[in-house]
């Protein structure tokens, strides 16, 4: 088992930053392929990011590339989002989602991961 606990969102104003960080739990611990996800009201869960369980893999999705940064602490079992020139339309609860498989080493299909976080917000006022 797994477990995972988000920290770092809040209110913020377009423009600014934030870093998300995700501390991972349990048997696996640093060894699993890590992803980020975001929903937004009365939307669906959306694929932001996602990192293989070395590190040597990153990938994300086209609205934030270039703003946003994943990466990852093994010996700290944390995973980061460093979300910057944030926008209203970041506004969302973010989720960090472990997989038990590591291959391949990256999915951005939200079916894919096993454990899930509880969510942080982050708020975006324009």
């Known amino acids: 088992q797994v477990q995972l606990a988000e920290s770092g969102g809040g209110l913020v104003q377009a423009g600014d930053s934030l870093r998300l960080s995700c501390a991972v739990s349990g048997r696996t611990g640093s060894s699993n392929a890590m992803g980020w996800f975001r929903q937004a009201p009365g939307k669906g869960r959306e694929f932001v990011s996602a990192?293989?369980?070395?590190?040597?893999?990153?990938y994300y999705a086209d609205s934030v590339k270039g703003r946003f940064t994943i990466s990852r602490d093994n010996a700290k079992n944390t995973v980061y989002l460093q979300m910057n020139s944030l926008k209203p339309e970041d506004t969302a609860v973010y989720y960090c989602a472990a997989r038990i498989s590591n291959f391949p080493p990256i999915v951005t299909e939200a079916n894919a991961y096993d454990f899930w976080g509880q969510g942080t917000q982050v708020t975006v006022s324009s």
């Open positions: 990192i293989s369980w070395s590190g040597d893999t990153i």
